[in-house]
């Protein structure tokens, strides 16, 4: 570990062979556990917890009071908002040990999850897709999908900018504030 390259509140606990990027901050309270990889630019808000083997690519916000259990793989650019949380077993009991149960959950570049949001394991999270604070999410989510609600059900469609997106009859979308063109077919959003 190479303490020149990112900043660590004193209060923070970083535990052995993390691999933390240039220019990452992380905050009071938290904890990195062992065996964690955190990309470049990253800022890890007070009171997290990121688990064993966690991995988080560049440029991921982590608002405060985010547990990030092992399984998870936050890809580049992806905003966990305050509070929010993921599981990695799908059936927990007290007196059954199921470490070697874990299951993955991928959150693709760009997603935002809102606060007290729930991502139940085992379900990916498709790029730029946004989570509604207080979401409980059960299923995969399309990228570019909207979801909200418990259980999570998609409401629409958002841009890269995160504006919803309105499709006209050739299933064409602009972004108000990017001016990016998508495109709505078979269920599935693209940039254009």
């Known amino acids: 570990m190479n303490t020149k390259n990112y900043f ?6 970083i535990d052995d062979n ?7 901050k992380i905050w009071h309270f938290s904890h990195i556990m062992p065996n964690c990889t955190i990309g470049e630019n990253c800022n890890i808000g007070q009171n ?3 688990s064993p083997q966690v991995i988080l690519g560049n440029n991921v916000k982590v608002q405060n009071n985010v547990s990030i259990y092992t399984g998870v793989i936050c890809e580049d650019d992806v905003f966990l908002g305050p509070s929010m949380v993921f599981t990695n077993v799908i059936n927990p009991r007290s007196a059954v040990n199921r470490k070697n149960e874990y299951m993955k959950t991928t959150v693709k570049k760009g997603v935002s999850i809102g606060a007290n949001a729930t991502i139940v394991c085992g379900n990916d999270i498709g790029k730029f897709a946004f989570i509604g604070a207080g979401a409980v999410v059960v299923k995969e989510v399309k990228p ?3 979801v909200v609600g418990n259980p999570s059900k998609q ?4 841009s890269e900018y995160g ?7 050739n299933g064409i979308a602009i972004c108000s504030e990017s001016q990016e063109k998508y495109i709505l077919k078979e269920n599935s959003v693209e940039k254009m």
């Open 8 to 13: 660590a509140h004193e209060t923070a606990v």
């Open 48 to 50: 997290v917890v990121v």
């Open 18 to 24: 993390c691999n933390i990027g240039e220019g990452t």
């Open 144 to 146: 570019y999908a909207l």
């Open 155 to 158: 409401i629409g469609w958002i």
């Open 163 to 169: 504006h919803r997106l309105h499709f006209d009859e």
